[in-house]
C-alpha cells in the first residue's frame, strides 16, 4: 500500500470515528451540540485578560501551555444575561479552519452520537436571534439538541 493511500485511510478512519458525534453543553436549560471534529480540548476556567476595544462577546485571550488564543463567553454571543462563572463553566478549546478560540459555556455535558436521520435542519421562521447560530435540530428521545454552526458563531 502506497503511502498516499495510507493517509487517506487514516482520514477516513479519523472521520468515521467523528461522524455524528457531538461534544454537548449547556447554556441555561437548553442544550447545545459542536462537532466533536473542531473540539480539541475542554478546560477549567483560566485567567482571562480583557483586550480593549473587542466586542462585548469577547471576554479577552488566554495563554494556554505558550499558545495566545482568543475567548468568546457563548452565553453572551447569544444574547443573554451574563453569569457569574462557577465550578461547571469551562471553556471549550475549538479549532476551526486556521483559528483555535476558547468558547465558554455554563457546563459540558458529554460527547454523544446522533444520527443523521434524526438531525434536521431548523425551524425556517426566525424564532429568536439565536436561530442564526443553528446549523441543524438533533433529536433525542423526546427533547432535542441545537447544533451550532460554529462558522456564524465565530463571525464578528
Not at 469551562?90 to 436521520?117: A, R
Request: hydrophobic content about 35%; overall charge negative; aromatic content about 6%.
Amino acid at each position: 500500500m502506497s503511502s498516499d493511500n495510507s493517509t487517506e485511510q487514516l482520514e477516513n478512519d479519523v472521520e468515521d470515528t467523528t461522524k455524528d458525534r457531538y461534544m454537548t453543553f449547556n447554556i441555561e436549560s437548553e442544550k447545545y451540540g459542536l462537532e466533536i471534529a473542531f473540539v480539541k480540548e475542554i478546560i477549567e476556567m483560566i485567567p482571562i485578560t480583557r483586550v480593549p476595544g473587542s466586542p462585548e462577546y469577547v471576554e479577552g485571550i488566554i495563554n494556554l501551555r505558550g499558545d495566545i488564543i482568543g475567548v468568546v463567553d457563548v452565553r453572551k454571543r447569544f444574547g443573554k444575561q451574563p453569569k457569574a462563572y462557577d465550578e461547571q463553566t469551562c471553556i471549550i478549546v475549538v479549532e476551526y479552519q486556521e483559528y483555535v478560540l476558547g468558547l465558554i459555556v455554563d457546563s459540558v455535558n458529554e460527547v454523544m452520537t446522533i444520527e443523521e436521520e434524526r438531525v434536521q435542519a431548523p425551524p425556517s421562521a426566525k424564532l429568536s436571534q439565536l436561530n442564526q447560530y443553528i446549523r441543524n435540530i438533533g433529536q433525542l428521545g423526546d427533547g432535542v439538541v441545537l447544533l451550532l454552526d460554529l462558522e456564524r458563531l465565530l463571525q464578528g
